[in-house]
Nanobody
């Protein structure tokens, strides 16, 4: 079992930045693909970013490409999401997830473990 706890959310003005952290416990995340998803009220959970075990390869939704950066520290058992140039449409609950798969999926159904989420609100 992997327990995931997100932190770093908050209220920020458009154009601002936030850094989300996802601390894992229970097992090392070094063998998991890690992802970030977000969910706005009344909408489905959507893929934001993912990173493979080594951190050498990252994947992003088109809507965040060039603004968000996912990274991981397997020693600290933590994953990060640096979010810059935030827009009001980035508002939502951000979830960290772990997938014990061999390929990167952008669909939430393929992820095995989830955190409780952290709220990000971007004001215009």
């Amino acid at each position: 079992q992997v327990q995931l706890v997100e932190s770093g959310g908050g209220l920020v003005q458009a154009g601002g930045s936030l850094r989300l952290s996802c601390a894992a416990s229970g097992r090392t995340i070094s063998s998991y693909i890690m992802g970030w998803f977000r969910q706005a009220p009344g909408q489905e959970r959507e893929f934001v970013a993912a990173i493979i075990w080594s951190g050498d390869n990252t994947y992003y939704a088109d809507s965040v490409k060039g603004r968000f950066t996912i990274s991981r520290d397997n020693v600290k058992n933590t994953v990060y999401l640096q979010m810059n140039s935030l827009k009001p449409e980035d508002t939502g609950v951000y979830y960290c997830a772990a997938a014990g798969t061999l390929v990167v999926f952008t669909t939430y159904q393929n992820y095995d473990y989830w955190g409780q989420g952290t709220q990000v609100t971007v004001s215009s």
